[in-house]
């Protein structure tokens, strides 16, 4: 399950994870991923405390906050499903996979079914070249994906 | 005596279900009251043929594979625990070919010991090389590694000691050792693996740097998109600080360096060097003009080696064994060893480290068996996205940096996919335009605004609008982007374009025109 709604003391609860980590040499990307770990997104609500705490402009801690493809400004789904899209599993058919993806889920990359259920991202490698296609559903890896796996992960997202 | 019983952790491993096979493997001893005791090691990198589980016999490492969960229980039967026959059993580990003919120096434990087990790291000659890096002047330490040949195994190929000696003779308060894990081409898991399966060989590699260059504090550099090799080198610094091999008196030399890792949040240009540093500092991963080196002024302004996982975990060996063991493997100017990683459309996957010279074809043909489709090989695209594509008719290539350059190629970071005959070369010109577009940092133009040209330039080439002059435009770009651009990002994204374009011309050719036909 990926789902982490914001409850409660958004600003309170950035300000303790600011705290933790501003020790750090270069806290900043620690403190964002802490962030998104906590919440499942960085709700912009937070950039300001970031931004008083460590002594920066806003614009500064945005301009980090939305250089990185990670971070995400909203919720993603319940599941999160990402497929690699980088030579070496296009070299096994991972481009027919990612259009078997998105004909399943009836989405594109950086959607969610209208159900909240499944967000599909793609990756840029997962390191997993050498059992190629590769995916990553709900930070658990997965390679030498065909067509029937595919149909589990959907299913199980599904459910 | 308690039998080992090897499963491993390696995250290709565990893609392909080894957590089930252990568990099944758990389930089955306790079931049995068997005397078995099971060690979650790296990978030995035969990928193709994982989950590949060992069990120790008196006679050596017997292999099995690939497993899944549902073949534990016949293996047993079959009498796994003593190295029974059985129709997944492989013989002998090390006597698989693929193995076999290796030279395993840097990865010479991976695979082989419990990844997070110190003792085992050092029954198996760890911390060797950290010991007599201790006894030695860093002036002679600098030397040691520069007389070893070793050159940066990221992709660039600059002598590692060369940068060492410049940090060494830097003035500055403070030093830093980063070691770049931000492996993000397409086609490499050499840094994963090492990580994931010998993190020890890394920490150590990393603190022989610091005692040669006066650093004190090292950081590991590395992607999101890799939790499992986050979690095991974080485990081992913790392990390795607890034991005094990092902390306040490294080894009890009253010499201190200490470290941490950082993980990035999915930007490939923050591979580049001086993105990287950037984004440590917490910055957007934006490439820095060089001058000033990073060994001049790196992180936070203070002088810093900056050095691929692969060329800091082939340090200790060095120190070990000494420079003329290292420098004695290899060819030309390329010295010692190198981890290749054979990927993509291929039979026999995985890393295979050798010594430099090995010719391409034989990488491909004879080590890789062919395509894992069984079709005819078309290309292969060697050192990642920016890598470029090489036809069969260079595969008399030798492995190494000056042979690959003079055939308007790379080794980059040693990584091998493999196409077969259904690959169309326009189209991973296109991706590499694309991937480019992505991942471009913004600070310079030819990168930012050429990457995004160049996708429409060959959409147009697909399209069959006005093909050679679109060609002849495409070839322009590129030679703007390859000069005109910051850093490597930029300026390499032409070799996989160009090398399209030159080994495959008849892909490039223009599509009907449904209007021509009219």
């Not at chain 2, 499963?7 to 758990?26: Q, S």
């Given at each position: 399950?990926?789902?982490?709604?914001?409850?409660?003391d958004v600003p309170g609860r950035t300000l303790a994870i600011v705290e933790e980590l501003k020790g750090l040499e270069g806290p900043l990307l620690p403190i964002l991923h802490e962030i998104q770990h906590e919440f499942g997104y960085v709700p912009q609500d937070c950039l300001p405390v970031i931004a008083r705490e460590l002594n920066l402009s806003r614009a500064e801690v945005y301009g980090v906050f939305s250089f990185y493809h990670d971070f995400r400004e909203h919720p993603a789904g319940r599941h999160v499903l990402k497929l690699c899209r980088a030579e070496a599993c296009q070299s096994m058919g991972g481009d027919q996979l990612a259009e078997s993806a998105k004909r399943l889920l009836g989405i594109d990359f950086h959607e969610t079914t209208p159900d909240g259920a499944v967000t599909l991202e793609p990756v840029y490698c997962l390191g997993l070249c050498s059992c190629a296609p590769s995916a990553m559903f709900d930070g658990e890896v997965h390679a030498r994906v065909d067509a029937d796996d595919l149909d589990a992960l959907v299913a199980e997202a599904r459910r | 005596m308690t039998t080992k019983i090897y499963?491993?952790?390696?995250?290709?491993?565990?893609?392909?279900?080894?957590?089930?096979?252990?568990?099944?493997?758990?389930d089955a001893i306790a079931g049995r009251g068997l005397d078995v005791t099971i060690v979650r090691n790296g990978s030995r990198g035969l990928h193709w043929l994982e989950p590949l589980i060992e069990v120790e016999t008196p006679g050596g490492r017997v292999a099995y594979g690939p497993v899944k969960a549902r073949d534990v229980a016949s293996l047993i039967d079959a009498g796994l625990v003593e190295g029974g026959s059985h129709a997944l059993c492989l013989g002998k580990t090390e006597d698989i070919p693929f193995l076999k003919q290796q030279t395993r120096l840097t990865f010479a434990r991976c695979g082989v010991i419990d990844p997070v087990s110190l003792d085992d790291y050092r029954a198996h000659g760890g911390l060797r090389g950290l010991e007599n890096a201790i006894a030695m002047e860093p002036m002679a330490i600098v030397t040691q590694v520069t007389e070893s040949g070793l050159r940066g195994r990221g992709g660039a190929g600059f002598p590692t000691g060369i940068k060492w000696k410049t940090v060494l003779e830097a003035a500055g308060e403070r030093k830093y050792i980063v070691c770049n894990a931000d492996e993000g081409d397409s086609g490499t898991f050499a840094d994963r693996m090492i990580m994931e399966g010998d993190p020890f060989v890394l920490i150590e590699g990393m603190a022989i740097a610091g005692l040669a260059t006066g650093a004190t504090k090292g950081f590991i550099y590395t992607r999101s998109e890799y939790p499992h090799a986050i979690a095991t080198m974080a485990q081992a610094i913790e392990i390795a600080r607890r034991a005094g091999v990092l902390g306040p008196s490294v080894l009890g030399s009253g010499r201190a360096f200490d470290m941490e890792v950082r993980t990035g949040a999915g930007a490939y240009v923050c591979g580049e060097e001086t993105a990287l540093l950037n984004s440590l500092e917490g910055k957007r991963g934006i490439v820095r003009a060089k001058p000033p080196l990073p060994a001049h002024k790196g992180l936070f302004d203070c002088p810093t080696v900056i050095n691929n996982v692969i060329s800091l975990a082939s340090v200790p060996v060095i120190m070990d064994k000494g420079a003329a063991f290292y420098r004695d493997f290899g060819m030309g100017r390329s010295r010692g060893t190198i981890p290749i990683q054979i990927a993509g459309n291929v039979k026999h996957s995985g890393l295979f480290e050798t010594a430099?010279?090995?010719?391409?074809g034989e990488i491909i043909d004879h080590i890789g068996g062919g395509t894992a489709s069984g079709r005819p090989v078309k290309a292969v695209q060697v050192g990642g996205p920016l890598g470029a594509y090489?036809?069969?008719?260079?595969?008399?290539?030798?492995?190494?940096?000056e042979a690959f350059a003079a055939r308007d190629g790379l080794i980059g970071h040693a990584g091998i996919v493999v196409f077969d005959d259904t690959a169309d070369m326009l189209k991973q010109a296109r991706f590499a335009m694309e991937f480019c577009a992505i991942e471009s940092c913004g600070k310079c133009t030819p990168c930012r605004i050429g990457s995004t040209r160049g996708v429409e330039v060959a959409d147009k080439i697909a399209a069959g609008i006005e093909p050679e002059s679109n060609r002849e435009l495409l070839a322009d770009l590129c030679n703007t982007m390859k000069f005109g651009s910051l850093c490597a990002l930029g300026g390499f994204t032409p070799y996989p374009v160009v090398s399209a374009m030159t080994h495959f011309p008849d892909d490039f050719q223009p599509a009907p025109l449904v209007e021509a036909a009219e």
């Open positions: 399950m990926n789902i982490h709604q914001p409850r409660g | 499963i491993p952790r390696d995250a290709a491993a565990l893609a392909l279900g080894a957590d089930k096979v252990a568990k099944a493997m758990e430099f010279g090995l010719a391409l090489f036809p069969r008719a260079l595969f008399d290539t030798p492995f190494d940096y």
